[in-house]
């Protein structure tokens, strides 16, 4: 404030002077140069770039500029520091000055022409925290032996399937489902007898919404999973593409595909904010990791046994399963192979249950997974729990209309 002060017993009368009013913070940073301003806060989000920051040219002692990883990528992204004619800790401007660590926070101070800016802190803000877990699933759409259909199956905490719930939306099979948003879902895709881009969104109580038209290029036998803690992707089918899911369900244009292309593959998250897809037609092994951003990787040479109409959930609580499909000859299989926290995929476990392929999974229960449904010989509704450990149990009864090439996803914080 400013104004004057009459006298009083506290002091002598006199006047105030104007005060500044604390650091201002500016806009997000998305660009890849900025030129920054004294007493100014800044967070910098290097999701699609590196970004130089371009200090002050005639900065003042104590002057303050901080500078944030906004999304936490400056380790992918790095920030450049700019010093603009002034020496950056008795360094030189000519120096190159990078800050690339994960959640880096720097808090730069001028402290005059002999050192120049010198950082009062450049520390790494720990993000050591996990999302609630997915309690229930949801099993939906698929094929009956002589039509497409849109009911749904709800799974519980303790993976119990439910009978079915009249289908809302188009019916049709070969779609793909993941989680998003953390306690919703979304299915998206599939066939009507023609390819289809519509999508519809689940609650967190797992009711099924309209259809939502459809966003990127239509196709079938794709699949789809969660990543970054909060949102999901489609990729590969039909046509080779990729679309990334917003936290709040909203779909994104294509992202021309990464890999091999391929259909009938699955894909589950692992590590908590990654995914992975794998396996698929022409009988692969082959897998492509999902970053944290939602970037598909290059292939990664394949484990196990090669097949198609596979599926793959999450378990545990970061790692993840593939399971069944049919092999070389048609002959279908109840291996799986395991997944650990950093994507790497286990060599084949023996099946203990009946070999079937073009069905679906989900986790459920927090912890757990139940590979279900699927259309070998014929349709069936039989289905498998995972354990937190990995161990797939023996078959159960069916519940709920047989049918082939549906798709599952987790949803619901509530038990």
């Not at 099993?139 to 009249?166: E, P, Q, R, W």
């Not at 692969?284 to 484990?303: A, C, E, F, P, Q």
Request: net charge negative; with cysteine.
């Amino acid at each position: 404030m400013s104004g004057s002060v009459k006298s009083n017993v506290f002091g002598s009368s006199g006047s105030v002077a104007a005060a500044a009013g604390g650091l201002k913070w500016e806009a997000v940073v998305t660009a890849s140069t900025v030129t920054v301003e004294s007493n100014r806060g800044y967070f910098v989000n290097t999701t699609s770039n590196a970004c130089t920051v371009t200090l002050p040219a005639s900065p003042s002692v104590g002057d303050q500029v901080i500078l944030l990883d906004y999304l936490r990528t400056w380790d992918t992204n790095a920030v450049t520091i700019d010093s603009n004619g002034n020496d950056f800790q008795n360094s030189a401007d000519s120096f190159i000055v990078d800050y690339d660590t994960e959640g880096q926070g720097i808090n730069i101070v001028f402290s005059g022409s002999t050192n120049g800016w010198i950082p009062n802190s450049d520390i790494a803000n720990a993000f050591d925290h996990t999302a609630p877990p997915t309690q229930k699933g949801i099993f939906a759409y698929g094929y009956n032996g002589s039509a497409v259909v849109s009911m749904s199956n709800l799974v519980n905490s303790s993976g119990v399937v439910a009978s079915d719930v009249t289908g809302v939306g188009t019916a049709r099979q070969g779609l793909a489902a993941a989680t998003y948003g953390g306690d919703k879902a979304i299915f998206g895709y599939g066939t009507t007898g023609s390819n289809s881009s519509l999508t519809n969104l689940v609650n967190n109580s797992g009711v099924i919404a309209a259809d939502v038209t459809g966003v990127g290029t239509a196709r079938t036998s794709l699949a789809a999973c969660g990543y970054g803690l909060d949102k999901a992707i489609f990729g590969f089918g039909s046509s080779h593409k990729s679309n990334l899911v917003s936290n709040v369900g909203v779909v994104a244009t294509d992202v021309t595909g990464t890999g091999t292309s391929r259909t009938d593959l699955a894909a589950a998250t692992y590590g908590l904010d990654k995914g992975i897809f794998g396996y698929g037609s022409g009988r692969t092994n082959i897998t492509n990791l999902v970053s944290n951003v939602g970037v598909i990787g290059s292939d990664v040479t394949g484990v196990g046994t090669e097949r198609t109409a596979i599926s793959a959930a999450a378990y545990g609580t970061d790692t993840a399963i593939f399971g069944y499909g049919t092999v070389a000859g048609g002959g279908s299989v109840s291996i799986t192979n395991l997944v650990n926290n950093v994507g790497v995929v286990a060599t084949d476990t023996a099946g203990v249950d009946t070999g079937r392929g073009g069905g679906a999974a989900t986790n459920y229960g927090g912890d757990k997974a139940i590979f279900g449904f699927s259309g070998t010989a014929s349709t069936t509704s039989t289905t498998n729990l995972v354990s937190n450990s990995g161990v797939v149990s023996s078959d159960t009864t069916g519940v709920g209309t047989a049918r082939s090439f549906p798709s599952a996803a987790g949803f619901s914080y509530a038990a």
